[in-house]
């Protein structure tokens, strides 16, 4: 079979995969979930039981022959077919985790984490061994120190920025491909997480991130041009009379008596609230002495 597939052209490997594909759809369309369920269970165990029984070198040279595979078909693909095959995988995905079990699930995000965290060790001891091969140098060289280390944080840097550029690419792809419900879904599961961190978090904590948070935006504030910075005011103008429109005058007046509150607070004098001058107003009494 694997000479059969290697002497076929580019247009007969084509029309098996679509064949392939046309049988798995037709297929899976006549299935139950739980059939479904079953069925990729089966076959994720005898994948398991196949590769428990290969060694490092024979997985370490199917991985990298899947992976050259995948690149080259990756390379070929057009505009279109890239998207298609996003979204085909963002389903597959959806679907898989619809009904996996919480074992599962956090079995899978241990991996992923435990994956992680290798590729990144594996990174710095990589930039490690080119560092040490680059700069290699004979025991009377004068070295120094400074630049050593200021040419290993810019290589560190580069790496990481390019992490983050491809990070950054795929978040984009993936939340391009996504329906309505899905992104509420996943603004619901962030909001609930950013949450459920700000409580438990301390003084220090809000305190710190805080200061990071009015860090980072004037330094990025910095560098906008007058364009931005009038646009950015102008959204901020616009949200702020959406939320103010439908406010009652009770609403408003609780509103503007915190803040004035907070400004007497924040400039250490003692204010009366809005409460008094509303009363100071309506129940005047010239036989009274306010001052």
Known sequence: MRARRARESQEQTTMRLSQVAQRSALTQASQSQEERATGLAGKAAYRASLRSKLKNA????????????????????????????NVRNSAATAKSREIETLDRKRARQSRDAAATASARVAETQLRRSVESSRYCLPADAPVNPGTLLQQRLLRLLKLRSVRNATNAATTARSRAAETFDR???????D???????RESETE???????????????????????????NRLSRAATIMAAVLKPQTPQARRIRLDG????LATARNITCPSSSFWYFLAFNYDPGLNYV
């Open 259 to 262: 803040d004035i509150q907070r």
């Open 58 to 85: 024979q997985r370490s040279g199917i991985n990298a022959q899947y992976a050259a595979t995948a690149s080259a078909s990756q390379a070929s693909e057009t505009h279109h077919q890239s998207l298609l095959r």
């Open 191 to 197: 909001a609930a997480s950013t949450a459920r961190s």
């Open 204 to 230: 220090l904590h809000r305190a710190t991130r805080n200061t990071c948070n009015a860090a980072v935006t004037s330094a990025a504030r910095k560098f906008v041009g007058p364009q931005t910075r009038a």
């Open 183 to 189: 992104r509420r879904a996943r603004q619901s599961r």
